[in-house]
């Protein structure tokens, strides 16, 4: 099926460090969303965006949806140990979501 | 308010058996949607229902069926199982109702191992 392309697929970042990660499509979307995965557990939703070019913070982490609604990017600000996790983009349109492969995130403390 | 919640949490069969999953949503959400997870292929859509009726289906094979019921939780059937359907699969939730926000919330999943 249809998926999206997230890069990077693994970060390797020592505690304090900012992370950046983004998420491209060939195909537009309505709605963007970013999602927190911890190992046998449910994604968690993390930020949604709703409009090209919104820009969404949500503590440390800030989101876009990007201009052409194809691409979203998520930064995350001053990493601590409890970020560590898998990090899923996800593209929305018409009650149905069409995921990334994740970004994997290891934080060293 | 309570989130989305799954049972079984864990489930083994073994080939050509077949398994019902139960997906409850967060009160007020009319949407449930299933969603298959594997290393492999990732998180993939299997289906959404609304009122009762599917509204969106995914690429999969007709072993994967669903329903939902008035009081808007759903189960999910997967009949004749095969070793590659071991995956942990997902439920969602969303109000439903009017243009979509798309804005799921997940439930923590049931892993189904298939051997």
């Known amino acids: 099926g249809q998926q999206l392309n997230q890069s990077p697929q693994s970060m390797f970042i020592q505690e304090g460090e900012d992370v950046s990660m983004n998420c491209t499509s ?14 046998g557990e449910g994604p968690v939703l993390l930020i949604a965006l ?3 070019g919104e820009l969404t913070s949500n503590g440390r982490l800030t989101a876009q949806f990007g201009i052409t609604r194809k691409d979203s990017f998520l930064n995350i600000s001053a990493s601590i140990p409890s970020d560590v996790g898998i990090y899923f983009c996800a593209g ?16 060293n403390p | ?3 989305v919640t799954q049972t079984p949490r864990y489930l083994i069969k ?5 398994v019902t999953l139960s997906c409850s949503p967060i009160s007020g959400h009319r949407s449930v949607s299933w969603y298959q997870q594997t290393p492999g292929q990732g998180l993939q859509f299997l289906f959404e229902y609304f009122s009762e009726t599917q509204r969106n289906k ?5 072993r994967f069926s669903g329903r939902q019921f008035s009081n808007s939780r759903s189960e999910m059937n997967v009949s004749t199982l095969e070793l590659g359907d071991s995956a942990l699969y997902l439920c ?9 926000t798309d804005t799921q919330y997940f439930g923590p999943g049931t892993r189904l191992t298939v051997l």
């Open chain 1, 26 to 39: 060939s195909s537009i979307f309505n709605t963007w969303l970013w999602y927190k995965q911890d190992p």
């Open chain 2, 58 to 62: 995914g690429n999969f094979p007709g």
């Open chain 2, 92 to 100: 969602a939730s969303e109000p439903g109702q009017g243009i979509s």
């Open chain 1, 50 to 52: 709703y409009k090209a």
């Open chain 2, 14 to 18: 073994t080939r050509g058996q077949q």
């Open chain 2, 1 to 3: 308010k309570a989130g």
């Open chain 1, 92 to 107: 929305g349109s018409n009650y149905k979501l069409t995921f990334g492969k994740g970004t994997l995130l290891t934080v």
